[in-house]
């Protein structure tokens, strides 16, 4: 029996009100701190000028809708899933289709490159994630060196190596994050917290990083101590499922991105929502986010097929760009900055800048 560890005048209810007024008395002493709206602050900061962004490249040849995208470390290749089952390495300058591998399942929904650009993985369906090693052999079977790493009892929902490429960091839709030896596919270590689908997952930038965020359906975002496996924040202001979270690159912060058509920032060192960027015309789900360099701009992706960019500090919206033709699935900001790609349900990728 469950019960037989409460003593006599506890039942769940006692203890679930209890719970919710300790929860209460988090949420004042949260406040007590919360002197001054982000937005107030940056009044005084210089507005941003104008600025042009338009595509500059666009990848085809996906037979089916792009799910998820990564820029290598060399800023010259993107590898990008997609629902047909295929995983494409691309050119970003030339558009060349560099190598190609044909997954055992559709829906590939999550990818990445490996830290040092020799590798990929992906999975998505097939409940696994698989690491490919790349090799500039054109005769080379790549799926004959394919080696599954991670098992998830439900889909595979993002993925992403650790500073190194011997480590790799999974999300899945059995509610679960786990980190993994790339070489032995054993497991490091797991992290049970979230309540439904896990649906993204972002690493501390640091390089001594030791953390990292996740989001899922349970319209949570939590922050993960990878060594001991344990939730050392969590965030519960959205309305709807996290489609995605990206760290700030000072490490200090992070936003994210949900399908109640808003993207929110959260400051770790404030441990709470520091702002919301939102519009009433907006009424479609955010699927991606991602920051500049700098972190002034947040890049978002919605269901309504636009690429919205947002003032970071003062919390308006400085630029929309169109292109698309279906909903923008995955976005990620180039590692020097200089340009962002896209995903899209249209099969395209686009390289703007």
């Known amino acids: ?32 701190l919360h002197d001054v709206e982000l937005h107030q602050v940056a009044e005084r900061v210089e507005a941003l000028g104008q600025f042009v962004m338009k595509t500059r490249r666009t990848l085809k040849g ?5 799910l998820c995208m990564d820029w290598c470390k060399d800023k010259r290749r993107i590898v990008s899933s997609s629902q047909d089952g295929k995983v494409i390495v691309w050119g970003s300058f030339t558009t060349n289709k560099e190598h190609a591998v044909t997954m055992p399942c559709t829906w590939v929904m999550a990818c990445a490159y490996a830290p040092s650009g020799c590798a990929i993985a992906c999975g998505g369906l097939d409940n696994k994630c698989s690491v490919y090693p790349l090799t500039f052999d054109k005769n080379e079977n790549m ?41 032995s596919g054993q497991l490091l270590q797991s992290f049970h917290g979230h309540g439904a689908d896990v649906l993204c997952l972002d690493l501390a930038p640091s390089e001594t990083g030791n953390t990292f965020v996740s989001g899922g359906c349970d319209k949570k975002a939590m922050v993960w101590d990878m060594r001991s496996g344990q939730c050392v924040q969590a965030f519960e202001t959205h309305e709807s499922d996290i489609n995605s979270v990206r760290y700030y690159p000072s490490g200090d912060a992070f936003a994210s991105g949900s399908d109640d058509a808003t993207c929110r920032l959260y400051d770790l060192r404030a441990d709470r929502e520091v702002a919301i960027y939102s519009k009433e015309s907006i009424i479609f789900g955010a699927s991606s986010v991602d920051f500049s360099l700098s972190g002034r701009l947040l890049f978002a992706g919605y269901n309504d097929y636009t690429i919205n960019v947002w003032d970071v500090l003062k919390g308006s919206r400085v630029s929309i760009l169109f292109g698309h033709e279906n909903r923008v699935s995955t976005l990620r900001v180039s590692p020097d900055g200089t340009a962002f790609c896209s995903g899209s349900w249209d099969h395209t990728l686009r390289v703007w800048a």
Request: aromatic share 4%.
């Open 1 to 32: 029996m469950a019960t037989e560890g409460l003593h006599e005048n506890e039942t769940l209810a006692s203890l679930k009100s209890e719970a919710e007024s300790l929860k209460g008395k988090l949420e004042e002493e949260r406040a007590k």
């Open 62 to 66: 996906h037979g089916n809708k792009v």
């Open 143 to 183: 799926a004959a060196k394919k080696k599954s790493v991670a098992m998830h009892t439900n889909y595979l929902s993002a993925c992403s190596f650790t500073n190194s490429d011997m480590q790799i960091l999974t999300a899945s839709g059995d509610g679960t994050c786990a980190l993994w030896d790339v070489e």
